[in-house]
T-cell receptor
């Protein structure tokens, strides 16, 4: 699976959009981009995933660049409960079964 | 629908003691995984089970054994605990396969080995 690079930490004002970047410059054509988050002392939680097109669900939007070398997770209206570590993961369609979580981005939503 | 449950939530062991971490899911998923999480290291896969009755080693299997007794339950056993196994253990149940997977995690078991 391709390696990802994320900033170690970010702050966001409550009510504002949180834009979390991820670089995956070595991604190949059969690899999906997944985002999970982990709120303190809880298990990781699935947010969203995509291959080429932008995706949106009730939690977030995922914007993938045309060359697929980077992506941005957008939380449209961040709340205090969105304070967590966010993990960007690139996953092959076939191959190893586990997700490599890395160290992620610690997002702090500020009142 | 409880999702993924894990017991116990916390455990303190002495070096050399044994214990079994329990995990159960009620989502009828075929695949289940065990991870450990240590500060600054993300999650590392210990063992996984692609289906009932099958298990395979992950990235860090040494010192652990697993058992997939039925579709719902996947247990992790430490036969002789060591301080290096102090960690937070997460069980995950997987929807989908072949890259199109969503993992649902339990709340974790915090283990301290003295």
């Amino acid at each position: 699976d391709a390696k990802t690079t994320q900033p170690p930490s970010m702050d966001c004002a409550e009510g504002r959009a949180a834009n979390l970047p991820c670089n995956h410059s070595t991604i190949s054509g059969n690899e999906y981009v997944y985002w999970y988050r982990q709120i303190h002392s809880q298990g990781p939680q699935y947010i969203i995933h995509g291959l080429k097109n932008n995706e949106t669900n009730e939690m977030a939007s995922l914007i993938i660049t045309e060359d697929r070398k980077s992506s941005t997770l957008i939380l449209p209206h961040a709340t205090l409960r969105d304070t967590a570590v966010y993990y960007c993961i690139v996953r092959r369609i076939a191959g190893a079964n586990n997700l490599f979580f890395g160290t992620g981005t610690r997002l702090t939503v500020i009142p | 629908n409880a999702g993924v449950t894990q017991t116990p939530k916390f455990q303190v062991l002495k070096t050399g003691q044994s214990m079994t971490l329990q995990c159960a899911q009620d989502m009828n998923h075929n695949s289940m995984y065990w991870y450990r999480q240590d500060p600054g290291m993300g999650l590392r896969l210990i063992y996984y089970s692609a289906s009932e009755g099958t298990t395979d080693k992950g990235e860090v299997p040494n010192g652990y054994n697993v058992s997939r007794l039925n579709k719902r339950e996947f247990s992790l056993r430490l036969e002789s605990a060591a301080p290096s196994q102090t960690s937070v253990y997460f069980c995950a149940s997987i929807l989908g396969r072949g890259g199109m997977e969503t993992q649902y995690f339990g709340p974790g078991t915090r283990l301290l080995v003295l």
